[in-house]
């Protein structure tokens, strides 16, 4: 067994005058980051949605499973016509979920137990409950009210045709016609979401300064971070040039549908965004203790995802290449190189991430014969996954991914190998259900109450039997009180390795060895093994057993090993850690 080659490549100057000046010593560098989808992680009132209380009385599982940092999805007053990514106000609490002292009481404990807390903020677009777009409406076209949002006049003879034919992610026209004040037929808004999220003018320094006092606001509170939703989506292509394709919430290769084409549609990824990010940066740098921003940007290649984290921009992105790339070792090993070398570019850690609220949950991913990918939801009577298989693959996925040098992301429930639920047609709320037509299933798979005892009603998630999307019986099968000190359970072993890359320092490891096992190419066979601070890892993506070193200490495997005389062998579809026998610990 020999280290072939190691990523990542050289640095920039940049980037080592960065390190240079102590920024390794940033928690989020390493951070294993726990996403809360508040809706659906504990219910404290038994009214089936879930809030801030039960959020709070929940926080000790986290600590024992071993996160260092929650991110909560939008908890602020909405409409919820998205789920809360269509935010009302956005310094206050939405009585579902709770009162703002409520928040202030999570922030409390979840520092008292050493967890760091991120929150959303939701900048591209309000809800049209929000009190602007409110008074965008009252007032006439030309107003400064509308001037926070995109009003543009119609074409046609009338001004009856949309300004241009933009399509809106969740389905239809991305224009909306509004009803002028004296009841005639006027002016149009942009809504690149659904028609409840107008999206803001961030041309508009009133909007600039408005989201810097927001950011405060919460700052102030003591949160450590912000997860910036759409981020590369704020700023428009001057004078909103035509795009009629479908609009995606990706760029690039990543979406497909633009082929090798480098240039973004004029929606997405345009330079202006980037001011706004150095004008945040310096907003959370007056504040003491490592506050941090992460980009959920569907950009693509990796280089103009590095962009959002250069050293004055934000921190973190998702990366997305990661979570849609095939569960396949070349495919993996090239996303992991490029990432890092990207990354170390710019001085920023790569993230991973394999399952978040607007995605199909891994588990159920990799148990669909075409596994992996990024398919639109699942309905009863689609092609459905392989549990058991599926269960398989998640969890080496998970091992390859927890391993991995940086801060990784971790949505509640995979740690328990739940599967997407089946949601029923008629229960369906993602409002890209509606607006596509029923052509696309949407997200409410992956929001199904997270199951906590199998005895309880609605599995622990609350005191009622209340849960605003059902809940399938296999949620019972695996709530936490089933998986807790099982050995071997999903659980269990999502909690070894977190305690491990912790002990470890895997997080933080410099850089990665792909190694050799018995003079096989790195990834012959479908095999991706490398050395990390104090582990070597392999991971059997391949469809013939491994053998692994003699000698070595397996000190955790995503299933069962086999053995052939004295060898151990590494079933295919299965990771494991292991030490030794040359590791210099
Ligand atoms: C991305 C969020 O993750 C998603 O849930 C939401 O629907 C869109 N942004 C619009 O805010």
């Known amino acids: 067994m020999t280290t072939t080659d190691a990523a990542p490549a050289p640095e920039t100057d940049d980037a080592q005058q960065v390190h240079a000046a102590g920024g390794r010593g940033e928690w989020w560098r390493s951070a294993v980051i726990y996403q809360v989808y508040p809706r659906s992680f504990a219910d404290g009132d038994g009214d089936g949605m879930g809030d801030l209380p039960g959020i709070t009385a929940r926080l000790p599982h986290l600590v024992e499973l071993g996160v260092d940092a929650l991110w909560l999805s939008p908890f602020y007053t909405s409409p919820q016509l998205d789920a809360g990514y269509d935010v009302a106000d956005y310094r206050d609490v939405d009585p579902r979920f709770g009162v703002l002292a ?23 677009h309000t809800s049209w409950e929000h009190a602007w777009f409110r008074a965008a409406l009252a007032a006439a076209p030309g107003s400064p009210e509308r001037a926070r949002y995109l009003f543009r006049d119609g074409r046609g003879e009338h001004g009856e045709l949309p300004p241009t034919s933009w399509r809106a992610v969740f389905g239809g026209p991305a224009w909306e016609r509004v009803t002028e004040p004296d009841g005639t037929p006027g002016q149009w808004y942009l809504h690149l979401f659904d028609v409840s999220q107008p ?38 292509a001057d004078g909103l040039p035509e795009w009629d394709a479908e609009t995606e919430m990706i760029t690039g290769t990543l979406a497909g549908q633009h082929g090798e084409s480098r240039t973004p549609p004029p929606m997405w990824d345009q330079e202006g965004v980037h001011e706004v990010y150095r004008a945040w940066r310096a907003v959370l740098e007056e504040y003491d203790g490592d506050r941090m921003l992460v980009a959920e940007a569907w950009v693509d290649p990796v280089e103009r995802l590095a962009r959002y984290v250069r050293p004055d921009e934000m921190h973190q992105a998702f990366n997305f290449g990661y979570l849609v790339s095939p569960l396949e070792a070349a495919a993996l090993k090239a996303q992991v190189e490029e990432t890092s070398r990207a990354m170390a570019a710019v001085g920023a850690p790569p993230t991973w991430v394999l399952s978040n609220h607007d995605v199909v949950r891994h588990t159920t991913r990799f148990g669909l014969s075409a596994a992996g990918g990024n398919p639109d939801g699942l309905a009863a009577d689609d092609d459905q996954p392989d549990p058991a298989v599926g269960l398989q693959r998640a969890r080496a996925a998970t091992l390859l991914m927890l391993a991995l040098p940086g801060s990784a992301y971790v949505y509640q429930g995979e740690e328990l190998g739940l599967p997407d639920a089946v949601v029923p047609d008629d229960a369906r709320q993602d409002p890209t259900w509606e607006r596509s037509r029923h052509q696309v299933n949407g997200r409410d798979g992956c929001r199904v109450p ?7 009603p609605s599995y622990g998630f609350g005191p009622t039997d209340a849960s605003w ?7 019972g099968e695996l709530a936490l009180d089933r998986q807790r000190d099982v050995p071997g359970s999903t659980f269990e072993m999502y909690r070894a390795a977190l305690r491990l890359r912790r002990d470890l320092a895997l997080g933080s490891s410099p850089d990665l060895g792909w190694t050799e096992l018995d003079g096989a190419a790195p990834v012959a066979g479908g095999v991706l093994a490398f050395r990390t601070s104090g582990a070597l890892v392999v991971a059997n993506l391949g469809e013939a057993p491994v053998r692994l070193p003699d000698g070595a200490e397996v000190l955790l495997v995503s299933g069962e090993l086999e053995h052939e005389g004295e060898s151990r062998l590494l079933p295919p579809m299965t990771t494991a850690w292991l030490r030794g026998p040359a590791d210099p610990s």
């Open 469 to 475: 999307l059902p809940q399938p019986a296999v949620y």
């Open 450 to 456: 997270v199951p906590w005892e199998a005895g309880s």
């Open 199 to 236: 999206d803001l003018d961030w041309t508009n320094p009133e909007v600039v300064e408005e989201f810097r006092d927001v950011l405060r606001f919460w700052l102030d509170r003591g949160v450590d971070g912000f997860r910036v939703d759409v981020a590369h989506g704020l700023v428009k």
């Open 102 to 124: 409520d928040a202030d009481a999570l922030l409390a404990r979840a520092h008292e137990l050493g967890l760091r807390v991120v929150v959303d903020l939701v900048p591209n």
